[in-house]
Structures are given as C-alpha cells and as structure tokens.
C-alpha cells in the first residue's frame, strides 16, 4: 500500500495518493537480460536508442497496462526525476515496504564502524542477492485495499558481521560485485551480462550488436 512507503518518508518523497492505494514494485531478475532485453534489441523495437535496458522495462510494462484496459495504470519508473532532481520514487524503500527484497542501512549495524563517512544502503533479495534491479512501480489510483497485510522483508544478512561486510563492499568496493554475493544466490547475472553493465554506457551498444 502507498501509505507503508510514504509512513516511513519525510513528505518531500511521498507518492501523491491515498494511503491504502495499490501499487506493485517491478524488479528485474537475472534472466532479463536473455529473456527480455535481447529478444527486445532483436526485434528491432529501438527505433531511437537511448538506454536499451530502460526502453526494454518501459516496453514490457506498457504492455502490462495494456492488460488492464479498464483501469488506471500509473507507471514509476526508477529512473525518472522530479524538477528538483529528486527520484520520483525511493526504489529500495519501496522494495522493502513490499516485501520484495530487504534495504540494508547503517542503521541495521548496532556498533558503528564508519565514522563521519557516507554509508549508502543496498538491497539484498533472499533469492537472488544483489544480482537483481527495482525497475519501477505500477500504481492502481482507483484500486483501495485497506485490508491488505503487509509482509515483512525476508532478513537473509542477519549477522552483525555480514552486515558490517555488505555494506563495506557496497559502499567502498561495488565494482568487483562481490557485495551481490554476500548470501548464497539461486541465480546470478551471466558473464555476457556482467560484461554489459561493466562497460560504461557509451559503449554497450556495440555489445547489443547496435549501432548508436
């Protein structure tokens, strides 16, 4: 429900609906990139190239509004900023309040190692680890569910320990990844796929077999 995100958030950051309005967190699982982002690429739906992968989200989820023809779908994607340079949505914020993966932050670590240095949290999904992304939100405005139970996400990082590793990797070490494995994972990204996203944005094109 809108009302658990927006409960926990100054109101600078909350969504512009009732409380008990119904909305669904999108996340993206490893297999995306084979089962949605090239078959997408391959069928030439880029007429204009601008991110492969955020064209392929907003694709796939115009389709799913296109199932609901009777009702209003409002989409959120995780990339879209306000004037002010806000995100229009707190994505891990939202993924916690739905259940979907659990937001750790400093705040989770009782005996504070870091000082006066910035700790950014990071999700961690009891399946897939980190090797997973929060794509957008689909609102339903005319949609009320006041009876709706909210779940808990599943703590799968629950040592103090693991917590102080996760967040360390996180925050000073993201690039080798090795904070997306800081669980035992059912599934990971490919090696095509980490190459994808290791390469600076410019040139993945050419990985997609485009031209820019």
Same mark, same amino acid.
């Given at each position: 429900k809108v009302g658990w995100y927006n409960a926990i958030l100054q109101p600078a950051f909350h969504l512009p609906y009732p409380d008990d309005t119904?909305?669904?967190?999108?996340?993206?699982?490893?297999?995306?990139f084979d089962k949605a982002l090239k078959p997408f690429v391959n069928k030439e739906w880029l007429k204009i190239i601008r991110d492969p992968v955020d064209q392929c989200v907003s694709h796939h989820l115009s389709r799913?509004?296109?199932?609901?023809?009777?009702?209003? *779908?409002?989409?959120i994607f995780d990339y879209e900023i306000l004037p002010s340079r806000k995100p229009k949505f707190l994505a891990q914020t939202a993924a916690h309040v739905a259940g979907a993966a659990y937001y750790y932050q400093r705040k989770d670590v009782k005996f504070d190692p870091w000082g006066k240095k910035k700790i950014y949290g990071v999700c961690i999904h009891p399946k897939y680890g980190g090797w997973f992304a929060i794509r957008?939100?689909?609102?339903?405005?005319?949609?009320?569910?006041?009876?709706?139970?909210?779940?808990?996400? *599943?703590?799968?990082?629950s040592t103090e320990e693991k917590r102080?590793?996760?967040?360390?990797?996180?925050?000073?070490?993201?690039?080798?990844?090795?904070?997306?494995?800081?669980i035992e994972v059912k599934e990971r990204y490919s090696e095509e796929q980490k190459a994808y996203f290791a390469t600076p944005p410019v040139e993945r094109f050419r990985l997609l077999g485009l031209t820019q």
């Amino acid at each position: 429900k809108v009302g658990w995100y927006n409960a926990i958030l100054q109101p600078a950051f909350h969504l512009p609906y009732p409380d008990d309005t119904l909305a669904f967190v999108v996340l993206s699982t490893p297999s995306m990139f084979d089962k949605a982002l090239k078959p997408f690429v391959n069928k030439e739906w880029l007429k204009i190239i601008r991110d492969p992968v955020d064209q392929c989200v907003s694709h796939h989820l115009s389709r799913v509004k296109e199932k609901f023809p009777d009702q209003k *779908v409002d989409i959120i994607f995780d990339y879209e900023i306000l004037p002010s340079r806000k995100p229009k949505f707190l994505a891990q914020t939202a993924a916690h309040v739905a259940g979907a993966a659990y937001y750790y932050q400093r705040k989770d670590v009782k005996f504070d190692p870091w000082g006066k240095k910035k700790i950014y949290g990071v999700c961690i999904h009891p399946k897939y680890g980190g090797w997973f992304a929060i794509r957008g939100l689909l609102l339903f405005p005319d949609i009320q569910v006041p009876f709706l139970e909210q779940s808990a996400p *599943v703590d799968c990082v629950s040592t103090e320990e693991k917590r102080i590793e996760l967040l360390e990797q996180f925050n000073f070490h993201w690039q080798n990844g090795r904070y997306r494995d800081i669980i035992e994972v059912k599934e990971r990204y490919s090696e095509e796929q980490k190459a994808y996203f290791a390469t600076p944005p410019v040139e993945r094109f050419r990985l997609l077999g485009l031209t820019q």
